[in-house]
């Protein structure tokens, strides 16, 4: 279950200190659990799972996907979602977009700032200073 801790981790590309931020753990006691020092228990089993849509059987087991699938949105975040990205942009579109986009896990909102970014780039329109790894939520590490 320990590599597969890691393969998580470095699926989401992050670093240790990153990863165990973002579970309020301390940087020393994460890296004991990833080297087998420290005993990974329920709690932080769930915790990750929780935190990042991550399929506790195969977290626990190897076995299926490691994520669960993406329940597909309500029709009004779906709306919300189609009305941001409209010609007739407007702050309240955009305000709206985010508050849906804060209802997806982590690492939804992760790939939602990276391609935003990747776009941003395309279009020769330099993209604002963005820590990759936060989420919408300016709470989340």
């Known amino acids: ?20 931020k973002s579970l309020n753990l301390s940087f020393s006691y ?28 195969w977290l626990r087991t190897g076995e299926g996907s490691m994520f669960n699938p993406v329940p597909a949105t309500s029709k009004s975040d779906a709306d919300i979602a189609r009305d941001s990205f409209d010609e ?8 709206d977009f985010v508050a849906a986009a804060e209802k997806l896990p982590l ?9 935003g970014l990747r776009l941003c780039e395309k279009q020769d329109n330099p993209p604002p200073e963005t820590d990759k790894n ?7 590490p």
């Not at 089993?45 to 849509?53: A, F, G, M, R, W």
């Not at 007739?88 to 305000?95: A, G, I, L, M």
């Not at 936060?134 to 989340?140: C, I, L, R, S, V």
Request: some cysteine; aromatic content about 8%; hydrophobic content about 35%.
């Open 30 to 57: 994460f890296s004991k659990i990833e080297s087998r020092e420290n005993k990974l228990n329920d709690r932080i089993i769930q915790l990750i799972c929780l935190t990042y849509n991550v399929n506790e059987h």
């Open 88 to 95: 007739s942009f407007t702050e309240q579109s955009v305000e």
């Open 1 to 20: 279950m320990l590599s597969r801790i890691k393969e998580l981790r470095k699926s989401l590309n992050m670093s240790q200190n990153q990863f165990s």
């Open 134 to 140: 936060a989420g919408f939520d300016k709470g989340n």
């Open 107 to 115: 690492q939804f909102q992760k790939l939602i700032i990276e391609v």
